[in-house]
């Protein structure tokens, strides 16, 4: 079993930045893969960044240049760091990791981009 718990989410302006942390409860060195989901009202949810155990990093087109995904292997969290925020960026954004041939998520975050 694994527990995941997202933090920072928030309000913020068009144009601002923030920075999303999943906090694994176990060593995200035995992750296979460790990503950031979000789901927008009405939308289903959508793969965000990604980032394997090997450092490969993978990202939507609408979030690139922006978005940036972090592993911080002595906190064991999984960070999201969020430049250029939009409108459209605003939705849960939910931690997921795969371990041990199982998926696990969090509970997620809310972000809004409103001024």
């Known amino acids: 079993q694994v527990q995941l718990v997202e933090s920072g989410g928030g309000l913020v302006q068009p144009g601002g930045s923030l920075r999303l942390s999943c906090a694994a409860s176990?060593?995200?060195?035995?992750?296979?893969?460790m990503g950031w989901y979000r789901q927008a009202p009405g939308k289903e949810r959508e793969l965000v960044a990604e980032i394997t155990n090997d450092g490969a990093k993978t990202y939507t087109d609408p979030v690139k240049g922006r978005f940036t995904i972090y592993r911080d292997n002595v906190k064991n969290t999984i960070d999201l760091q969020m430049n250029s925020l939009e409108p459209e960026d605003t939705a849960v954004y939910y931690c997921?990791?795969?371990?041990?041939?199982?998926?696990?998520w969090g509970r997620g975050t809310q972000v809004t981009v409103s001024s």
């Open positions: 176990r060593s995200i060195f035995s992750f296979n893969a």
């Open positions: 997921r990791i795969l371990y041990d041939q199982l998926h696990y």
